[in-house]
């Protein structure tokens, strides 16, 4: 049994109860409006009763958690999908590409690590399904998605044997390429869909986020900075701080009610106010600032010497 099995269901039913509010807002955000999820317990997967919600056309999504393969199938019987899902432009393709990366961290439990194979929509789900070979071990779990009075359901089966493509072709990993035993007589072999370069986080709070990152991003996020607050600087010649001494007094041009800035790394990143923290003080952050541009005016006069 691999590591990500049907044994985990009730892993992934905790993980879906939780971030219901990350799944409904992948679904904002790639088709507009106020979404919902609500998911039911996992069941075996019985490929001569389907459930309702896989019948007709639909979205299928592709997931990879380790050496185990997943499909997330959304039904449009209901009309809760757009029109253009059928036959997505550039821009509905890289919705449809989020969309998926964004189920792919929000449904599965945090200290896995889901990759997106793909989404394509095809006209009989149901077909897609069985073309994808559950095991008699396999289980769905059933979520309903619902925007105002429209619900429609995504059913997220594993593990699968296969992905399958909008034309039928079956899409395997590439460490399966070589093992022919898997693939279905007759079945043409394609590469997997090629991973979106950026994902965007779906964390229900900042140490759910961070668990979420790759491991270099995370070792970054312990390396030590200097951070220092100033209230006001000031530049003096030499000889006049050889005179300084006990009861010397400095003017600077700040005003004592002035922001203080914060420099993290000898780059300033924030202003705030002074404020007393027990018997010490701290600095209340009171806005952020942004790095300075870097642009360099091209001469309006300048004339091109030709090429020899």
């Not at 007709?56 to 050496?67: H, K, P, T, Y």
Request: hydrophobic share 40%; proline share 7%; aromatic share 6%.
């Amino acid at each position: 049994m691999t590591a990500f099995g049907p044994h985990r269901a009730d892993d992934v039913l905790a993980q879906c109860q939780s971030a219901g509010e990350a799944i409904g807002g992948a679904f904002s955000s790639a088709f507009g409006g106020d979404f919902r999820s609500s998911p039911t317990t996992p069941a075996p997967v019985n490929l001569d009763e389907l459930p309702e919600g896989l019948a007709g056309g639909g979205l299928v999504f592709g997931f990879m958690v380790d050496a185990t393969r997943c499909v997330a199938i959304l039904s449009a019987a209901t009309g809760l999908l757009p029109d253009w899902c059928t036959e997505p432009d550039l821009d509905g393709a890289q919705r449809l590409n989020q969309l998926g990366s964004d189920l792919a961290t929000a449904l599965l439990p945090p200290e896995t690590v889901p990759k997106f194979a793909g989404v394509v929509f095809h006209r009989d789900v149901a077909a897609v399904l069985r073309d994808s070979q559950p095991t008699g071990e396999s289980v769905c779990l059933a979520l309903e998605i619902t925007k105002d009075d429209a619900v429609a359901q995504l059913s997220m089966i594993w593990p699968v044997a296969n992905f399958v493509d909008p034309i039928g072709r079956i899409v395997v990993a590439a460490s399966d390429a070589a093992d022919e035993s898997d693939k279905p007589d007759g079945a043409e072999t394609t590469a997997p869909a090629k991973l979106p370069k950026h994902r965007r986080l779906i964390y229900r709070d900042l140490e759910d986020g961070i668990r979420q990152l790759p491991a270099y991003a995370q070792s970054l996020l312990r390396v030590q900075v200097p951070v220092t607050v100033t209230l006001a600087t000031a530049k003096t010649p030499v000889s006049k701080v050889l005179e300084m001494g006990p009861g010397t007094i400095l003017q600077f041009k700040k005003a004592c009610d002035s922001n203080l800035s914060m420099e993290v790394g000898r780059q300033t990143v924030a202003e705030g106010e002074a404020v007393k923290v027990g018997d010490k003080f701290g600095l209340w952050i009171t806005s952020m600032t942004m790095p300075g541009e870097r642009f360099s005016t091209v001469a309006k006069n300048a004339t091109a010497k030709p090429v020899k």
